[in-house]
Structures are given as C-alpha cells and as structure tokens.
C-alpha cells in the first residue's frame, strides 16, 4: 500500500534559524512528488513538484529536494510569516488516475 | 486565471440529512479530485472525475458520491450523514498528469 510520513509533525523555529522537513514515501513507481502550504482554514497552494531522484527545486527561502524514498524541505532563514502546515504528498505510475498520496502535514512556526 | 472555487464554503447539518457541494475547476482542467481533510486522518482520496468518468475511487462508503458535468464543473453528494462526516472537503483540479491546484474548501458541521 501507497505510504507518505512526514516528520516532525510539529517544529518550533526562531526567525533566521535553518532547518528541514522530511518526507518519506513508500510508493511503487512515483510519478510525481508534490510539497503544498497549507494556511489555517485554507486550502492547501501548490509550492513545488519533483519527478526524479537528485532533482531540486527553489523558491525564495525554500528548497526541495527528492531521493528515491525520501524528499526533504529546506526551510533558509525563515520568517514568522512562513508558519504553516507543509503537506507532502506521492502520485503513482498507471492506473490513468491523478489521485494523490498524502502525508499527515509538518506543523511550522516561526517565531519573531 | 481564476482559480478552483468551491460552493458553500461552510454548512452545518444534522445527522441523517444530505448534502451536496460544488466544484469549479480552472479553466481548461479536465480532472476534479475531492479529498477529506480531518485532523485525525489528514488528506484522505475520495474520488478523481475526468471527462464526465469516475477514473478513481478511494475507500470511502457509498454514502459518498460525485459526478462531473460537460463544462467539468463537480458535484460531490453524501447522504445520511455522520457525526463523523464533519469535515474539510477540498476539490483539486489539474491538467492530465500535472500538479493538482485546491480550491478553499467547504467546512461542513454534523450535529
């Protein structure tokens, strides 16, 4: 069966303080790793997608990066406003289906 | 372009009623995913229409249901509702083999 982890389910930060957010995944032929945000009450806005062990992906103080069991989100020098909920989620190969695997979420807050 | 809308975006039932929410999706996605999203379970697959066709059906009991129309636009139906029913329930849409994009979701209370 599709698995995805996330872990920790919790992290506490203060601004400028570096750290990562792990994902793990047990999914037979991935066919595209998804990291999303997710503010409270809100639904989850689309940050990065990986295809391939080795690949990266940047945006402003974030950065994704994909082996093939795991994917980790480096979080630089981060900003209260970057507290939120950061969803990892797996898609599978076949099946013609665009259905997505979730992980249970890595609450982020950062502090000022 | 706009992005995926959703109708109600909150509802409060009773148990044993019905109800319906709406999705439109972005211009031009022929694929609608709706998920429920409790704190327990997190995101959890219900259902992916494209074409008018459920493609994918995750484990979710009959109760639960959808369809598409020509234009794309979704519908997803649970009836005799449960306590445990009350959740967030997000539609995603996406082109063929692309990212999905979520609508704000709908907040739906059984009491």
């Known amino acids: 069966e599709d698995q995805v982890t996330q872990s920790p389910e919790a992290l506490r930060l203060q601004e400028g303080e570096s750290s990562s957010l792990n994902c793990s995944y047990t999914?037979?032929?991935?066919?595209?790793l998804f990291w999303y945000r997710q503010d409270p009450g809100k639904g989850p806005e689309f940050l990065f997608t990986?295809?391939?062990a080795g690949e990266e992906k940047e945006k402003e103080r974030l950065k994704a990066t994909l082996t093939k069991k795991e994917s980790f989100l480096h979080i630089t020098a981060p900003k209260p406003e970057d507290s939120a909920t950061y969803l990892c989620?797996?898609?599978?190969?076949?099946?013609?289906?665009?259905?997505?695997?979730f992980g249970k979420g890595t609450k982020l807050t950062v502090n000022p | 372009k706009a992005g995926v809308t959703q109708t109600p975006r909150y509802l409060i039932k009773t148990r044993g009623q019905q109800v319906t929410l709406s999705c439109s999706p972005i211009s031009g996605h022929r694929s609608v995913s709706w998920y429920q999203q409790t704190p327990g379970q997190g995101l959890q697959f219900l259902f992916e229409y494209f074409s008018e066709t459920q493609r994918n059906k995750g484990n979710f009991p009959g109760r639960f249901s959808g369809r598409q129309f020509s234009n794309s636009r979704s519908e997803m139906n649970v009836s005799t509702l449960e306590l445990g029913d009350s959740a967030l329930y997000l539609c995603?849409?996406?082109?063929?083999?692309?990212?999905?994009?979520f609508g704000p979701g709908t907040r739906l209370l059984v009491l």
């Open positions: 995603a849409s996406s082109p063929v083999g692309e990212t999905q994009y």
């Open positions: 999914v037979s032929g991935l066919r595209g």
């Open positions: 990986l295809y391939s």
């Open positions: 989620a797996a898609r599978r190969v076949g099946g013609g289906s665009e259905k997505l695997v």
